[in-house]
């Protein structure tokens, strides 16, 4: 038998143990050719910029990712055949054969799954560029055979293959499979857990979620680091030294301890818990991750037309420091485009101020005649302002102080509070008395704006593309058009879900392939342990309820950790950017528990199936 023979038969005969590891690199390989595909696409050239840097990087990073989870499975699957290492030693096999037999092993595996998840990848292509499509806001993507793309893939999960076979020399030693081979029926040590790191890792975590919720955005870029770095570390302590001490507290409570199966329970989990930590923590860590970028995308998405239509209370607003001739030029071309279209449209022309304080913050000014000409074109309510005093509009970011003073005249600052009138690009907005603007109008010079109410805005960004192309470079004057900043927003948002899910499946498939391998090593173990328990009297009932009470602890315990830690990010991320992110947050991660709960049904089948057939009854 030829050595590449004797390596293929290894992977046949271990189908069940790589079948998780082949499906993880068949999934990510499927998405990585999906992305590549986008990528090369032929009508690329309607992409922003930001678009393909972002998809690159985006692949990157989960390259980079894929290296490291492939290389930690295929660790974990290389320890559960130290015996079978061992025997192979005893033959007269050498370390440089062994790590050749992986290295073919690898390739084979890789191979054959990434050539698979290039087929899903053509297969649902058409599906996938239509989501792009609409997404991205894209005006066509048509389907193409991507040989750049297959390529691409093909050779890059390859190398993978290489670079995680040349790296098993660090996880094979010769003396440990040696001493593993004499010693798999050792009975392991009873851990002991520091209370001091459990409680540590306790407070920390606490001390993070308070952080989170009490920041604001003043301070949260200053204090993000230390809650991401405590919140990372306390989960890290959760796993391997509070959820030990806290079974530790069990096991010592004799009366739960010693009732009906309670004893095999927490005897179990006890050692898995601590056995797993490690992986417990990526998990929670890469989910906690996916799903608040996944939720806060989507929200951002989904809420796009109602912040744009609070944010930017007219369709189009014209601002400019131009000569007069200019301005007639520019705002003649833009009534004659609307007309053109066949838009109906209102315009109110007003005159704002800009005033630098003391605290050099740039103030804007506008008079109450002016906005109360503005509130009435959006049928909001008329204000009165005291001669004495200025108000500020709503959402205008506007300093909390309580006076300004302006050229000697001292206003107070009005607890009133009135409704956004003038787009968000304006900040520190106040509506001061008609008298009082007039004043500042003669030491300052004024900028005009001119306001459109569009009847039906939603297709306008076609009259702005036109005024843009031929006025764009014109530096003393702006347009902002609603219809353009929602299809610029709205496809920003869509690359960036779109890559927080893409990112967040390959984290999933990793993390669904980590567990599976960690039951995949006990399983022998265990299906010998539950066979000697039968044997003197522990009925099949009582094991069943225990395997699924333990497999349903490893299953949900990281993915709540998850949970917890994403529900205090997206409210954080709620009050800091005023978005609504609760339906986001239950469709993520109701979507993800469904998923997650089929997963742990088929686990929990198979396993009780495995251990079933040792049972006497």
């Given at each position: ?8 038969k290894n992977v046949s005969r271990n189908i ?220 890290y302590l959760l796993f391997s030294q509070f ?375």
């Amino acid at each position: 038998m030829k050595f590449t023979q004797f390596a293929y038969k290894n992977v046949s005969r271990n189908i069940k143990a790589y079948f998780v590891y082949f499906l993880s690199i068949c999934i990510s390989s499927a998405l990585f050719f999906s992305f590549t595909m986008f990528l090369f696409h032929p009508n690329k050239g309607q992409f922003k910029s930001y678009i393909e840097t972002s998809i690159l990087v985006t692949e990157i990073i989960a390259y980079l990712f894929l290296f490291f989870f492939v290389f930690y499975s295929v660790s974990v699957f290389l320890k559960s055949r130290y015996k079978e290492f061992g025997i192979l030693y005893i033959i007269g096999i050498s370390k440089k054969q062994l790590l050749n037999m992986i290295f073919a092993e690898n390739i084979i595996i890789n191979s054959v799954a990434t050539l698979s998840g290039i087929v899903i990848g053509l297969v649902f292509s058409k599906i996938y560029l239509v989501v792009i499509k609409k997404l991205f806001r894209l005006t066509s993507l048509s389907f193409y055979f991507p040989v750049k793309a297959i390529v691409i893939t093909l050779l890059s999960f390859i190398l993978l293959g290489v670079l995680v076979s040349l790296s098993t020399s660090v996880i094979i030693k010769e003396k440990e499979v040696l001493k593993l081979l004499k010693a798999t029926k050792a009975p392991k040590a009873e851990y002991k857990a520091s209370i001091f790191l459990a409680l540590l890792g306790f407070i920390l975590l606490m001390l993070g979620y308070n952080l989170s919720l009490t920041s604001s955005k003043e301070n949260i870029d200053k204090i993000i680091l230390p809650i991401v770095a405590m919140i990372i570390f306390a989960t890290y302590l959760l796993f391997s030294q509070f959820s030990v001490f806290s079974m530790g507290l069990l096991k010592r409570n004799r009366l739960f301890y010693l009732k009906n199966t309670n004893l095999l329970l927490i005897s179990n989990l006890f050692y898995k818990v601590k056995d797993n930590s490690r992986m417990f923590f990526l998990v929670a860590i890469t989910s906690s991750v996916a799903f608040t970028s996944i939720g806060i995308s989507y929200a951002f998405w989904k809420n796009t037309l109602g912040n744009i239509e609070k944010r930017y209370p007219y369709d189009f607003t014209y601002t400019t420091y131009s000569n007069a001739a200019k301005v007639k030029e520019e705002i003649s071309f833009l009534e004659a485009t609307l007309k053109e279209d066949k838009y109906d449209y209102k315009k109110v022309i007003l005159q704002k101020s800009s005033y630098t304080s003391k605290d050099n913050d740039v103030l804007t000014l506008i008079k109450e005649s002016t906005y109360n000409q503005l509130a009435n074109q959006l049928n909001l309510k008329p204000i009165s302002v005291n001669i004495n005093e200025a108000i500020k509009i709503q959402d205008s970011n506007a300093n909390k102080r309580t006076a300004i003073e302006l050229y000697g005249s001292l206003l107070t600052i009005s607890n009133k509070v009135v409704n956004n009138i003038i787009p968000e690009s304006y900040d520190n907005i106040y509506v001061v008395h008609d008298m009082i603007f007039d004043m500042i109008e003669a030491k300052n010079k004024a900028s005009t704006m001119y306001t459109f109410q569009v009847k039906d805005w939603s297709d306008t960004y076609k009259v702005y593309d036109k005024y843009a192309e031929k006025y764009g470079d014109d530096k003393y004057s702006l347009l902002l058009s609603k219809s353009h900043i929602y299809e610029t927003e709205k496809r920003a948002y869509g690359v960036v879900m779109f890559l927080s899910i893409f990112v967040g499946v390959i984290f999933f498939v990793a993390s669904g392939s980590f567990i599976y391998n960690k039951f995949y090593m006990d399983e022998e173990i265990d299906k010998k342990k539950y066979a000697q328990l039968n044997k003197i009297g522990v009925t099949y009932k009582e094991i069943k309820r225990v395997v699924t009470l333990e497999i349903g602890v490893l299953f949900l315990l990281p993915y709540l950790v998850a949970v917890i830690h994403s529900t205090f990010a997206l409210t954080t991320l709620k009050k800091l950017f005023n978005v609504n992110v609760t339906e986001a947050s239950f469709l993520v991660m109701g979507s993800i528990l469904l998923i997650q709960i089929l997963y742990f049904l088929i686990i929990r089948g198979k396993y009780l199936l495995e251990i079933r057939e040792q049972l006497i009854d």
